[in-house]
C-alpha cells in the first residue's frame, strides 16, 4: 500500500507563492512518478507537474515559468513551489503516485493511481 498526503494549501494574494508538500509513504520502492493536478468544481482534473526519481521533471504550460515541482529522497517528499500566483491557479490541489514512468504517464490523472485527499489553495485578486 502507498499513502499519499499533502500539504501546505491556503490562502494567498495575487502575485505571492505558495509551496506544497507532499508525502509518500509505505511500499514506495514501485513507484517511478509523482505528480501534482488541481480541480476546481464542474471541470475536470488537470496535470500540473510530475517529476520522477531520477528528478526529470514536466510541466503543464500553465505551469511553466511560475511552478517548481522537487524531491526530497531522505524525506519521501515532493514539492511545489508556486510563484507569481494568480486568482485562475485557485484550486484543490493533488499529489499522486503512480508504478508507471513519468514519460508514459504524461500528466494524464487515469495514468495515477495513489491519490492524497487534496490541499486547497485559493488565490485572491
Known amino acids: 500500500q502507498v499513502d499519499v498526503v499533502e500539504s501546505g494549501g491556503g490562502a494567498v494574494e495575487t502575485g505571492y507563492s505558495r509551496l506544497l508538500s507532499c508525502i509518500v509513504s509505505?511500499?514506495?520502492?514501485?513507484?517511478?512518478?509523482v505528480g501534482w493536478f488541481r480541480q476546481v468544481p464542474g471541470k475536470e482534473r488537470e496535470g500540473v507537474a510530475t517529476i520522477d526519481q531520477y528528478g526529470s521533471k514536466r510541466y503543464s504550460e500553465s505551469a511553466k515559468g511560475r511552478f517548481t515541482i522537487s524531491l526530497d529522497n531522505t524525506k519521501n517528499t515532493r514539492y511545489l513551489q508556486m510563484n507569481s500566483l494568480v486568482p485562475e491557479d485557485t484550486a484543490m490541489y493533488y499529489c499522486?503516485?503512480?508504478?508507471?514512468?513519468?514519460?508514459?504517464?504524461?500528466?494524464?490523472?487515469?495514468?495515477?493511481?495513489?491519490w492524497g485527499r487534496g490541499t486547497q489553495v485559493t488565490v485572491s485578486s
Open positions: 509505505g511500499y514506495t520502492s514501485t513507484i517511478q512518478c
Open positions: 499522486a503516485a503512480t508504478t508507471s514512468t513519468c514519460s508514459g504517464a504524461g500528466l494524464l490523472s487515469a495514468a495515477f493511481t495513489y
